[in-house]
């Protein structure tokens, strides 16, 4: 599957999640459940395409915060994607 060749309809937005380190600075490994996704209730994405039906104000290109809860997750060879509803774009960050 090509990430630049995909287009979410509607009011989707297709976003690629952050990575979250897994190490802090000082070396220390950090288990799945302290810093990972399965502890967070909302994640940092960049956008990579925006449906027709967006108006929330994004852009591809945006850093977006957003639900992980409404999210439909897909693993890609580049790593994983999401596909989230419009409603639940939390923020756009600078």
């Known amino acids: 599957m090509d990430v630049s060749k995909m287009s979410p309809l509607g009011d989707r937005l297709l976003v690629k999640p952050q990575e979250v380190e897994s190490k802090t600075a000082g070396g220390i490994l950090l288990a799945p459940t302290s810093s990972g996704r399965s502890m967070q209730d909302a994640l940092v994405g960049t956008v990579l395409a925006v449906g027709d039906d ?38 756009k960050l600078s």
């Open 54 to 91: 967006v108006d929330v104000g994004v852009a591809v290109g945006d850093r977006v915060l957003f639900s992980k809860y409404s999210s439909s997750d897909l693993e890609v060879p580049d790593g994983e994607v999401c596909f989230v509803a419009q409603k639940s774009i939390l923020a």
